[in-house]
């Protein structure tokens, strides 16, 4: 019988890392949880959520009950841009989901775009010559 927490009670949540408006943004969602669950920490220049899950089902037919009860805590490590700014982090839960943001940080690039080389986009092949075996 499979847990509420997956195979292997393990159980990590998923986590949507975005800019907008000048805004760096994570959100994680933690469903059935509560902001005193969770703890969000700047570490090193990475975003660190970290909590506990408690969770309990019950199911009652006829006369028989059943109750299930799952507890695991969890850790999730964000690496942040160089040079954002974690001082001014600012976190928010509301419906299961926790918000963290703070100002973007100027953009920096370091990278190049690699021009693609080839044919006309066709999928002409050249085949190679065959030699004679002698």
Request: charged content about 30%.
């Amino acid at each position: 019988m499979e847990s509420m927490w997956g195979k292997g009670g393990a159980w990590s949540p998923a986590i949507d890392v975005f800019e907008r408006d000048g805004k760096l943004t994570v959100h994680a969602d933690l469903p059935g949880m509560n902001k005193d669950d969770v703890k969000v920490e700047v570490v090193d220049n990475q975003l660190v959520i970290h909590g506990e899950r408690r969770q309990q089902h019950e199911e009652h037919e006829g006369e028989s009950w059943r109750s299930e009860r799952s507890y695991g805590s969890f850790y999730r490590s964000i690496p942040l841009p160089e040079n954002a700014k974690m001082d001014e982090a600012r976190a928010e839960f509301k419906n299961g989901v926790l918000e963290v943001t703070m100002p973007a940080p100027a953009e920096q690039r370091r990278g190049r775009q690699v021009p693609i080389e080839g044919g006309s986009g066709s999928q002409e092949r050249k085949e190679a010559p065959m030699s004679k075996a002698s």
